[in-house]
T-cell receptor
């Protein structure tokens, strides 16, 4: 079945450590996205990529980094510069049609101890 | 950029009650509008969408109409079930420097009791 796979589902890290969240899709979508979800704040856009080897900062990019070396993969690194990294992270990809529909993965919950 | 505001929850209803979750938007141009649903511990699933004024999106008994005159996209369902308990997000498309993204409201938690 086609879809988006995020791993790990749960991750615990000590303060000051970098951590990389994986996002893989087999939908053949060009555009991919990372959102952060906090209770009561909805989803906020971290980074997005419209095509391989290109990505753009979203609304809350500080303390995060991404790469897009393959169409299928869009990993997100949460660096030690991110002041409040504990959150639920959602990866998505966009259908190539004009309706801008996003398909989401199941999410990764990062807890920094 | 474009933004949405949706009613805060939590909303608690009895089974078979009528549901309305309000969503209004601020936008330049004519964005596409969406409702997504999130069940506990999961990602978001598209519930319905509308791409132009007066369009009605519908799915699984839920409906929402794109109202340009009131800049609204309220979600309705005539008779809710316990299985509808989830968090509902209103969203709209936003043209960015490079391509498009979706901007989301803060979410409305719905609890349906038997």
């Amino acid at each position: 079945d086609g879809g988006i796979t995020q791993s790990p589902k749960y991750l615990f890290r000590k303060e000051g450590q970098n951590v990389t969240l994986s996002c893989e899709q087999n939908l053949n979508h060009d555009a991919m996205y990372w959102y952060r979800q906090d209770p009561g704040q909805g989803l906020r856009l971290i980074y997005y990529s419209q095509i391989v080897n290109d990505f753009q900062k979203g609304d809350i990019a500080e303390g995060y980094s991404v790469s897009r070396e393959k169409k299928e993969s869009f990993p997100l690194t949460v660096t030690s510069a991110q002041k409040n990294p504990t959150a639920f992270y959602l990866c998505a990809s966009r259908y190539p049609s004009g309706a801008n529909v996003l398909t989401f993965g199941a999410g990764s919950r990062l807890t920094v101890l | 950029g474009n933004s949405v505001t949706q009613m805060e929850g939590p909303v608690t209803l009895s089974e078979e009650a009528f549901l309305t979750i309000n969503c209004t938007y601020t936008a330049t141009g004519y964005p596409s509008l969406f409702w997504y649903v999130q069940y506990p511990g999961e990602g978001l699933q598209l519930l319905l969408k509308a791409t132009k004024a007066d369009d009605k999106g519908s799915n699984k008994g839920f409906e929402a109409t794109y109202r340009k005159e009131t800049t609204s996209f309220h979600l309705e369902k005539g008779s809710v079930q316990v299985s509808d308990s989830a968090v509902y997000f209103c969203a709209l498309s936003d043209r960015r420097n490079s391509g498009y993204a979706l901007n989301f409201g803060k979410g409305t938690s719905l609890l349906v009791t038997p």
